[in-house]
């Protein structure tokens, strides 16, 4: 009885296009973290004065004092990275769903950091959002590093939805 040949070993050589973008976007995304995800600003002068007087990280906050939704898909995104250039040489994984599970990853990262857009103010408690919109006018909108996770997701699906046509095509 003759045995199988073992499995060539890993070889960056030959992990893709596709799944070095899977790799990238997942690390920028994560990178993004560090960088300001929420900033706060107010249309009356002696409020932004009293939001300039404050410390950096009240003012603009990163991810992790975000919230859970703000760094879980950056991170899911950033795994699911990992696992398709890690595991993506293998042929059996490849066939048995590796390129639909990073597309769901990635689809499922991208939802998760839409739905941190939609809640950003939910991460002050009501009493404060109240006063800080009503009492204040101080206005939530979305730091640099949101819109910078946002197009690593957007770039991490097109780059799955090409995977998977590519997987098909075989």
């Known amino acids: 009885m003759r045995r199988a040949d073992p499995a060539p070993a890993y070889s960056p050589a030959r992990v893709s296009w596709r799944e070095w973008v899977a790799l990238g976007a997942g690390l920028v995304a994560a990178g993004s973290l560090f960088l300001p995800w929420t900033n706060l600003s107010a249309t009356r002068q002696d409020i932004e004065d009293a939001l300039n007087s404050l410390p950096q990280n009240e003012v603009a906050r990163d991810a992790f004092t975000t919230g859970f939704l703000a760094w879980s898909g950056p991170m899911l995104l950033a795994l699911a990275g990992v696992a398709v250039v890690l595991l993506g040489q293998r042929p059996v994984v490849r066939r ?75």
């Not at 998760?112 to 950003?120: F, K, N, R, S, Y």
């Not at 009493?127 to 946002?150: K, S």
């Open 96 to 170: 048995s769903g590796l390129p639909h599970l990073w597309l769901i990853a990635a689809a499922v990262a991208l939802m998760l950091m839409v739905l941190a857009w939609l809640g950003m103010g939910w991460q002050f408690s009501a009493d404060v959002r109240d006063f800080l919109q009503q009492e204040g006018g101080v206005a939530f909108y979305g730091g640099f590093g949101r819109y910078v996770a946002m197009l690593c997701g957007a770039v991490s699906v097109a780059a799955a939805v090409l995977d998977v046509r590519a997987l098909r095509r075989r």
